[in-house]
């Protein structure tokens, strides 16, 4: 049974209890507690005992302080959230000075696992190359542009594409924006002022339609596994990642749609599938998962070597730049080149491809029949 407890009332919203034998000085040590109301309830919190130093005046000074929260609706309106909000500030100060090597292996790398294992061992590589060596020992408060004009330098010196230096700083950006997350820094990150070389890097090359049959019929005879996977990404302009997630319960051949579900711009949309898709998916034996598997059972995770060797033979002897050389990517370029050629509009184009918006999709304007040129018909007229 519960203890009864003799409670004195000091003035209005201030109590305390006698502790039965422990004194504190020539008197009973007493027990504080406060007693207020928050929207119509009445809660009654404790303080602390006299010999722990609450007085009758803190107890007074606390108590103000919860009817001027509630007054102004601005501050912890009881005692727990009082000291709730006093624990996260300790811990925000005892977090100070933290390393952002030790943000980065204990707060950042552990929230990172929704990620695709390639990414994540990017950014690994990354850190370990080019950001460890320079801000390893710096505290995140302190992490200036000048650090980050070193790092931009030693990429430049080892001829770092601008692609890969973005990359390299959208981390460090994603660090910051964690740490501001969970409170431990504030302010605007330094990568906002930097300022880094710009590079077209976007792939130009897409294959003619010989191009395309000869690739295929080169893949069919020594690549079967990357065949079905090709024959999709041109005719339904996939992604690979898009393509290994397909499932049977995907595939809605009365309507000869293909569902892709959480793809790289996050909203969900419908490939379509052409006779020839179609024809390869009813080919293949159904079951209850993947479509498409590795040799181990498991849900494929890059394109085959065999068709990287095919690719490189056919189209990639002598070319150095990225942008010109042909990758599975390749054959989704060329479904929208294609595409926009026949004269479908960037519009449904982009909505096919799965862009978030038109600006990935306008690379494509150039190959429309009419765009521009009816522009300067015009004029002319």
């Known amino acids: 049974m519960a203890q009864q407890y003799t409670w004195i009332k000091v003035e209005k919203g201030i ?41 009758i005046e803190k107890a007074r000074i606390a108590l103000a302080k919860l009817i001027e929260a509630k007054r102004t609706g601005i501050g912890p309106l009881t005692l727990a959230q009082s000291r709730k909000e006093e624990q996260k500030k300790q811990e925000i ?4 000075g933290i390393s952002l090597h030790d943000f980065w292996i204990n707060h950042y790398l552990p929230t990172q ?3 695709a294992p390639k990414s994540i061992k990017t950014e690994e590589q990354l850190y370990r190359n080019w950001l460890e060596p320079v801000i390893k020992g710096t505290a995140l ?4 542009s000048k650090h980050l004009e070193q790092i931009k330098r030693n ?33 605007i990150c330094p990568v906002k002022f930097l300022s880094l070389p710009k590079r077209d890097n976007k792939r130009q090359r897409f294959l003619t339609k010989e191009e395309a049959i000869t690739l295929l019929a080169e893949l069919e005879k020594h690549s079967p596994t990357s065949y079905p ?23 809605n051949f009365e309507q000869d749609t293909i569902l892709i579900r959480d793809p790289k711009a996050r909203a969900n949309r419908y490939a379509f599938m052409t006779k020839r898709v179609r024809k390869l998916l009813e080919d293949i034996p159904p079951s209850n998962g993947l479509i498409f598997l590795d040799k181990n059972a498991n849900k494929l995770k890059s394109i085959s070597k065999s068709f990287r060797i095919v690719a490189d033979r056919l189209f990639n002897v002598g070319i150095d730049d990225p942008r010109q050389r042909v990758c599975f990517h390749t054959l989704r370029h060329t479904f929208a080149s294609w595409l926009v050629e026949g004269g479908v509009s960037l519009y449904e184009v982009k909505e ?10 306008q690379r494509y304007s150039h190959l429309s029949p009419e765009g521009l040129r009816n522009a300067i018909k015009i004029l002319e007229e």
């Open 93 to 96: 100060i005892s977090h100070q």
């Open 155 to 187: 990429m430049l010196k080892n001829g770092k594409s601008p692609a890969t230096m973005r990359y390299a700083f959208a981390v460090i950006s994603q660090i910051w924006t964690l740490a501001t997350r969970e409170q431990l820094i504030t302010g």
């Open 352 to 361: 096919l491809m799965g862009h978030a918006d038109l600006t990935m999709t």
């Open 141 to 144: 408060e302190h992490l200036s």
């Open 15 to 55: 109590r305390y209890r006698e502790h039965p034998t422990r004194k504190h000085g020539v008197r009973l040590d007493k027990y504080f507690v406060l007693r207020y109301s928050v929207d119509g309830r009445m809660y009654q919190e404790s303080l602390g005992w006299a010999s722990k130093g609450i007085t």
């Open 113 to 115: 696992q929704h990620k």
């Open 229 to 251: 996977l090709c024959i999709i990404a041109l005719d339904c302009g996939l992604r690979f990642g898009e393509i290994a997630s397909i499932t049977w319960t995907d595939c």
